[in-house]
């Protein structure tokens, strides 16, 4: 369950994060005024679905998962076509549609400089309005686990709503797995990233500065100890140099990343690791199996420009000797 989102992508070869102001790495909330003023300085742009935890389940589905995906979209021809292409990939869509008058599908400006790095300014619009009774019962019940952005905070209505689908999920035996999304997305909402996590998440995911800034940590072991010390099964990635899994009693692993050369495009890294490594615990694999899985989705998205896979995951993974 994630925000639906237009990514609209570009590549910045001169300087226009700076000019624009953004903070570089970084997702950056904006209004819509600030959105049409970006849009207005991007050219050569190609617009894709998006949304961190539908680029993540779109992995899943690469990868021969069973998968579905719950948000909301605006009444307009952006959500026909997130819907559509994420129907064309067998994932099954739950969009929850604005009324007409409302607001219009949110939009990810994606800039992707030079090193590969991506920045974003998001624009939220209907993602932002999925209420606790939009989200349906019979998916978290039929379902392995449930996957919530963390970017899904962001939204007014989204803590009761993230309440309820954990409320589900318990009820429903369904592993409670959570993505922390962005350091700036932790630091906005640290209080109850932590009630979550200690209260209901079985399985966490993050990126190393998230894990420091969620547990304003001295670095990632002592994070991962912190995870440890919760009893979750926690993945943090560390980049090029891969992820670590604490698995529990002390035990943390290494698992390295993929050798892909060149990156391209660093946008969706984190969230095809994601489908990856969920997919791999959805099937029973143990979590360094699941991770090794991870890196290997995460380094066929980074090799090319956009953040949904292109090759048929699941195929590759055969190949890699992972399934
Ligand atoms: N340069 C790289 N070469 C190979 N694999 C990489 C590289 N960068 C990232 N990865 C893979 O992607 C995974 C996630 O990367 P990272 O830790 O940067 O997450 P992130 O910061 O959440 O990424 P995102 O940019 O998607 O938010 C890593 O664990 C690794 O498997
Ligand atoms: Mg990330």
Known sequence: VGNALLDVI???H???IDRLGLAKGAMTLVDQARA???LSHMTGTIGVSGGSAANTIAGVAALGGAAGFVGKVGADRFGDSFSDDLESL???VHLVRAEPDGECTGRCHVFV???AQRTMATYLGAANQLSPDEFPEAVAARSEIVYIEGYLFDLPPAKDAIRRIVALAHEHDTLVALSLSDTFCVERHRGD???????DVDVLLANESEAVALFQSAGLDPALSYIDELGVLGVITTGPSGAAVAMGGGRVARVPAADVDPVVDQNGAGDLFASGFLYGLAIGADPVEAARLGSLCAGEVISHLGARPEVDLGAMAVTAGLL
């Open 14 to 16: 001169d300087g226009l």
């Open 10 to 12: 570009m590549r910045d």
């Open 193 to 199: 990233f932590l009630d979550l996590v200690t209260q």
């Open 90 to 92: 067998d994932v099954d």
């Open 113 to 115: 400089a030079d090193d």
């Open 36 to 38: 049409a003023e970006l």
